[in-house]
């Protein structure tokens, strides 16, 4: 009967199984990597020791009996053949080394020593031995030392060429003969790599060598910059074939290098020349350059690594662009050579459904977008200008239309107008591509989906451009054509329009990053036709007042029903064009003043006005979201009503008063209550303050007695409602307002009758305290009572104290400390019952 183990043992015993049978295996690779170092890199002049076929790992018996660990086992750690592999492979570098020192120092000393016969011998034996002996070596496995003699053999070759040079023609001309060295030389390393393609060194080095010979030719011909590019382009199309067709990766890695140092060069030559051109004709030999070397990156991507494909793509575009636009720009006008530029990158993105592979169309799509990026900021310039040059007007408000038109008030009459004019056509032109791509995005995804792969907030961006570009364009178009001041503010006037329109209507279909650019967008040129406007006083009101119902009509119909009115996008617009709307009214206020000749301090009650109207806006709105930010811009004004009338005081108190009379009512709603009242208090209080001061009037008393009633009303009426409420919160504050900057009064006043009112003040106040156990009272009129007894007092216990012995005081004062020591429990008594008296008032 077959036994069968419990799970839980059987579970055991398999994983010891497992884990005898993985200590096996890695005892097996790990002798197996041993025993492949051991075959591949022996020792120079060695050949691989015999070992057993299959010797048995240390201290482990098996089928061969126990084995002890060797220090030439692999087991052993004593001695890794990386070690070993690396310090034979510093010895080579090294001795390779110093016989190339000892070759170049043979051949610029000792040379001219010997005859030629020994100089041939000595230069012919050299060379031939280190160039024969990598093969010899490769054959018996010593590759480490066949590629140290393989670069000896590649300085001995250059040597003789120097050699040859100095001896055998020495009138020839240098760089003729450095490029037909380095030619000659390039073939005979390229055949050498070839036929003993075990070494690493002599390919990389023909190709190396490779660079120079048409370089040198063009330079010691004394040929022109285009002749130069012609041999760094076809230098660069020898790189590219090397790259593309050849499997070496050391190889391919220098023919990349070559190709972007020779191809760049010739590109950048060809692109100074094409710039240059006088004339069409002048542009078609370094365009022709340019396409050559596209087609050359072209070729160079189709097998390149994704990186280096879409930035082979993208030069190839870039220079595509710069070759035909070359040619068509150097028959127009300087200014107008931007918009060739980007039409042909326009033509650029024909190339994205071309055969190149999708790395290269990306590169192609990152030259046009290259192109683009920069027409724009060409163009920002004059938008600059348009934006900035409005604020010119702040220094002659309603001083009349400026001379010179449009660009007069700008203050820009003297700048370059005729190259600047094609600013608005490429921005325009931008923004139309833009924007047809973002209505028809599906389609424009199905045309370059092979190509593009754009992420979720492309087609956003796509449209913010659109909004942006657009409107920098039709900004710059008045003063490019040079329009009058009126035309221009009406111009500029409904642009400010149809962008807040669109941003309106973009925040209806949900297309958030539109609707915040269209609104950045209105804002500022808003802002720029409203300080354009202060140059006449009917472009003021026509500006101001078209402003002011846009943005109330845009918050209005931000609020309709439908709208996503709570989002919080929404409603910070919403808030802007509110706050924006209230701005734009007080400036109609200020502006009706100044029509009636009114100064700034008599119309600061006209500009009451608009924090009146958002007091009664913000009461029907209730708890709408708009309802605070409406109603903060209207006490903003109110704060520039009373800076307006700081230089007269009458009105400064009149509208301290008007300002008081508004928070009163504000305060009226229980949502405002908190705050409107407080504000409405001290209003008035201030209001009565500056009247007092206006009038004459010195005393505090004047200033702090209409604050103290109504507090003590107040206070009164608290009490009634809370018989629980602490006399300070009730009384203190009111008590104080008076108390306080009367003693400071009283103390300072030479006369009896101030001191006197004070004091019998003072004393009705504490024995009311003491009566209605009022700590309050108790505790601020005895302090006031107090002082004001010592104030009056000082002058006599002065003369007393003078008219006394010194001793006097002394004695009177250890009097007192021993009858304070004396009865210091019952005086501690006393102060408790005292503290606790005063803890029991309210």
């Not at 080394?97 to 120092?105: E, N, R, V, W």
């Not at 449209?463 to 040079?482: C, K, N």
């Not at 119902?549 to 509110?578: H, I, K, N, Y």
């Not at 108390?739 to 009705?764: E, K, N, S, T, Y």
Request: net charge positive; glycine share 10%; with cysteine.
């Amino acid at each position: 009967m077959e036994h069968v183990p419990p799970p839980a043992e059987e579970l055991v015993l398999l994983d010891r199984e497992l884990a005898r049978l993985d200590l096996r295996r890695s005892q097996l690779l790990t002798r197996r990597t041993w025993l492949l170092s051991v075959l591949q890199a022996p020792g120079p002049g060695q050949t691989a020791p015999h070992t057993p076929r299959f010797p048995p790992p240390p201290g482990r018996a098996g089928p061969w009996g126990a084995a002890p660990a060797s220090p030439a086992s692999p087991f052993s750690p004593s001695a890794p053949p990386a070690r070993a592999r690396g310090a034979q492979n510093v010895l080579l570098t090294l001795g390779g080394l110093l016989l190339a020192i000892a070759a170049i120092a043979f051949t610029l000393v000792s040379w001219g020593q010997m005859g030629i016969g020994g100089r041939s011998a000595v230069l012919t034996a050299l060379t031939v031995a280190a160039l024969t002996a990598p093969a010899v070596l490769l054959r018996r496995g010593l590759s480490s030392t066949a590629e140290a003699l393989g670069a000896l053999a590649s300085v001995l070759m250059v040597l003789d060429a120097v050699a040859l040079y100095l001896v055998a023609v020495p009138d020839a001309g240098g760089l003729g003969y450095a490029a037909a060295a380095s030619a000659v030389l390039a073939v005979l390393w390229a055949a050498y790599g070839l036929l003993l393609n075990r070494l690493r060194l002599p390919l990389p080095l023909a190709v190396a060598g490779a660079q120079l010979p048409l370089v040198l030719w063009a330079w010691a011909a004394e040929a022109d910059a285009l002749v130069f590019s012609v041999a760094l382009l076809a230098t660069a199309a020898l790189d590219c074939a090397v790259a593309v067709w050849f499997k070496g990766v050391a190889v391919r890695v220098t023919a990349c290098v070559g190709l972007c140092a020779t191809g760049g060069a010739g590109l950048l030559v060809a692109l100074v020349r094409s710039l240059s051109a006088v004339g069409p004709a002048g542009a078609v030999a370094p365009g022709a350059l340019l396409l050559a070397g596209a087609v050359i990156a072209l070729a160079g991507a189709r097998r390149a690594p994704v990186t280096v494909a879409v930035a082979a793509g993208a030069v190839a575009g870039l220079a595509a662009v710069a070759a035909v636009g070359a040619v068509v720009a150097a028959g127009v006008p300087g200014g107008w050579a931007v918009q060739v530029y980007l039409v042909c990158a326009g033509l650029l993105l024909l190339g994205v459904r071309a055969p190149l592979g999708r790395p290269a169309g990306q590169g192609l799509v990152w030259a046009a977008g290259s192109v683009t990026a920069v027409s724009v900021l060409f163009s920002a310039a004059p938008v600059a200008v348009v934006l900035v040059g409005p604020m010119a007007q702040l220094g002659r408000l309603w001083a009349g239309a400026p001379e010179g038109g449009v660009r007069g008030a700008l203050g820009a009459a003297d700048l370059p107008w005729q190259e600047m004019a094609v600013a608005p056509v490429v921005l325009l032109s931008v923004a139309v591509a833009l924007g047809a791509a973002f209505r028809s995005w599906d389609g424009v995804m199905r045309w370059a989906g092979p190509v593009l792969s754009p992420g979720p907030r492309s087609r956003a961006a796509v449209g913010a451009s659109a909004v942006l570009l657009g409107w920098a364009g039709l900004t710059v178009l008045p003063p490019a054509f040079d329009v009058s001041f009126t035309t221009a503010v009406a111009l500029q006037s409904v642009l400010v329009a149809g962008v807040v329109i669109v941003a309106v209507g973009a925040l209806g279909r949900g297309t958030t990053g539109v609707a915040l650019t269209a609104g950045v967008c209105g804002s500022v040129g808003a802002v720029g036709v409203a300080l354009l406007s202060l140059a006449t006083e009917p472009a003021t009101y026509a500006v101001f007042g078209a402003l002011l119902l846009l943005f109330a009509g845009a918050a209005t119909a931000l609020d309709a029903p439908g709208e996503p009115s709570r989002s919080p996008v929404v409603v910070t617009v919403q808030a802007v064009v509110t706050c924006a709307a209230v701005v734009c009214a007080a400036v109609l206020a200020v502006a009706f003043g100044a029509s009636a000749g009114l100064a700034s301090h008599e119309t600061a009650p006209l500009l009451l006005v608009v924090p009146a109207l958002t007091a009664g806006l913000g009461a029907r709105l209730k708890g709408h979201p708009v309802a605070l930010p409406l109603e903060l811009t209207g006490g903003a004004v109110g704060l520039a009503a009373v800076v307006a009338a700081l230089e007269d005081p009458p009105f400064l108190a009149l509208v301290l008063a008007l300002c008081g009379v508004l928070a009163a009512g504000t305060a009226l709603r229980p949502e405002r209550r908190e705050v409107a009242g407080y504000l409405a208090t001290a209003l008035f209080v201030l209001a009565s303050w500056v009247r007092l001061s206006a009038s004459g009037v010195s005393s505090p008393e004047a200033y702090t007695l209409p604050v103290t009633v109504p507090a003590l009303v107040i206070g009164v009426l608290r009490r009634r409602r809370d018989a629980a409420a602490s006399s300070w919160t009730a009384y203190g504050a009111g008590l104080a307002v008076t108390l306080v900057p009367a003693l400071i009064a009283a103390w300072g006043d030479p006369h009896w009758l101030r001191p006197l009112l004070l004091g019998a003040a003072a004393l009705v106040i504490t024995l009311l305290g003491a009566r209605l156990r009022l700590q309050a009272l108790l505790v601020l009129g005895g302090a006031v009572l107090a002082l004001d007894a010592l104030h009056e007092l000082a002058p006599y216990v002065v003369q007393v104290a003078g008219a006394m012995p010194r001793w006097v005081a002394p004695a009177l004062a250890g009097v007192l400390l021993l009858a304070v020591g004396a009865t210091y429990e019952k005086r501690l008594r006393d102060a408790r019952r005292l503290r606790d008296a005063l803890g029991r008032m309210r």
